[in-house]
């Protein structure tokens, strides 16, 4: 990271603390078009060629004010877009800082997963080796050696250790469940989300028949 923020002038285009406005006239315009054309385009269903005219040209006019009124808005919006690229260009080391935080998360993750591993393997093993005395304890009183003693406590499941959950002043460890899809073509319906954008590059490109989707022709309207 280099450079400091100015802190007066002109940053990238966009005064500072100045506030590009659209005038207040300008505005009444717009809502005055767009309630009048809201009132037109209003009907339900469309009954005659007259009236498919009429909301024809009701709908023209509003296509037309919205050009106006995006115009409008690409004046006032392009300085502080500008302005926000500029913005963005100087933060972009906090990016970069949240992937290496993120990575570093996942390296002391990844270790303390391995650990907890290892003392229930660990635990496992202490209960099979306790298991087999037992069990050699038994044998033996059965068979009369002197001394022979079975152990007072066998666990029937590993007891493992829990790794220290604190690992710096301000950061422990918590464990949650996550997921790795390991084969996509078994995994049921409901966790899959149908590409639309797909079948409709597909229908683009001529394809009229897709398994569990109509493809069917509907008029619109297009203006000029």
């Known amino acids: ?19 590009v406005t659209i005038p207040g006239e300008t505005m009444k315009g717009f809502a005055a078009m767009f309630d009048d054309a809201r009132r037109q385009l209003a009907v339900e269903k469309i009954e005659s060629a007259e009236q498919a005219e009429q909301m ?25 877009k500008t302005h926000l690229d500029y913005l963005k260009e100087k933060f972009a080391f906090v990016k970069t800082g949240e992937d290496l935080v993120k990575a570093a998360r996942d390296k002391i993750g990844a270790f303390y997963t391995a650990e907890k591993l290892r003392l229930e393997r660990e635990a496992e093993e202490k209960r099979q080796e306790a298991e087999m005395a037992a069990g050699a ?10 001394g022979a003693k079975v152990p007072n ?27 790795r899809v390991v ?17 409709q590059r597909a229908v683009d490109d001529g394809v009229r028949e897709i398994p569990g989707v109509v493809i069917e022709q509907k008029a619109t309207v297009a203006f000029k």
């Open 1 to 19: 990271m280099s450079g400091e923020l100015e802190p007066t002038g002109e940053l990238r285009g966009f005064p500072v603390g100045h506030v």
């Open 56 to 80: 024809a040209n009701a709908a023209k006019r509003l296509n037309d004010g919205l050009k106006k009124a995006k115009a409008e808005l690409k004046r006032v919006i392009d300085p502080i």
């Open 137 to 146: 304890a038994e044998l033996d009183l059965a068979e009369g050696v002197e």
């Open 153 to 179: 406590y066998v666990p029937d499941h590993a007891e493992a250790a829990k790794p220290d959950r604190r690992v710096a002043e301000g950061a422990s460890v918590r464990e949650h469940w996550t997921y």
């Open 183 to 199: 084969d996509d073509a078994i995994i049921p319906r409901a966790y899959l989300k149908v590409d639309t954008a797909a079948i």
